[in-house]
T-cell receptor
């Protein structure tokens, strides 16, 4: 079946602008995660949704970052007043159920955000 | 705090040679451990995972990893490298129920 999809694949914006990044999880997956991967680094956790609610948003770097998942499927990561330091690849992952020993996160191809 | 250390940001091997990518973790509780591979412009793909069922874990594409609690290690190996194995490899630990903590990655280069 279809995997996790993310749009756009690339986004170039100017400092101070607002951006939205979209994630379509695998059908039937209740858990959804956002990670950020800076150049030369591994992915870093941002936020985790179980259903419609954000169960853990402790990884969001500041209040310019916000994410929603209103119907428990598609999620949007929103970044206000973008800064050059926000440039990174934003990864989305989904899993069927969070917490079980067999639970595995499946990752999308990511959105590469460049802030000029 | 839980963490993952991958020794060697770049590893080069000859085609047909043994692949060994190192991963050490720190976790205050028995962890779940994962290896992911990332090809250029693609998402992370799960290679294998350790969930305490067996210490030697076999994954896709001929890779395997051994969990050694005494050494807090989860090194990834493959007996014979293929050109198609060239990619970046990430070790990750899931100390709790959902949050993955990734290492900084090892870029594998396979020489003809």
């Amino acid at each position: 079946g279809a995997g996790v999809s993310q749009t756009p694949s690339n986004k170039v914006t100017e400092k101070g602008k607002y951006v939205e990044l979209r994630c379509d999880p695998i059908s039937g997956h209740t858990a959804l995660y956002w990670y950020r991967q800076s150049l030369g680094q591994g992915p870093e956790f941002l936020i985790y949704f179980q259903g419609t609610g954000a169960a853990d948003d402790s990884g969001l770097p500041n209040d310019r970052f916000f994410a929603v998942r209103p119907e428990g499927s598609v999620s949007t990561l929103k970044i206000q007043r973008t800064e050059r330091g926000d440039s990174a690849v934003y990864l989305c992952a989904s899993s069927y159920y969070s917490g079980g020993s067999t639970d595995t996160q499946y990752f999308g191809p990511g959105t590469r955000l460049t802030v000029l | 705090a839980q963490s993952v250390t991958q020794l060697g940001s770049h590893v080069s091997v000859s085609e047909g040679a043994l692949v060994l990518l190192r991963c050490n973790y720190s976790s205050s509780v028995p962890p779940y451990l994962f290896w992911y591979v990332q090809y250029p412009n693609q998402g992370l793909q799960l290679l294998l995972k350790y969930t305490s069922a067996a210490t030697l874990v076999k994954g896709i594409n001929g890779f395997e990893a051994e969990f050694k609690k005494s050494e807090t290690s989860f090194h990834l190996t493959k007996p014979s490298a293929h050109m198609s194995d060239a990619a970046e490899y990430f070790c990750a630990v899931r100390p709790g129920t959902y949050k993955y903590i990734f290492g900084t990655g090892t870029r594998l280069k396979v020489l003809a």
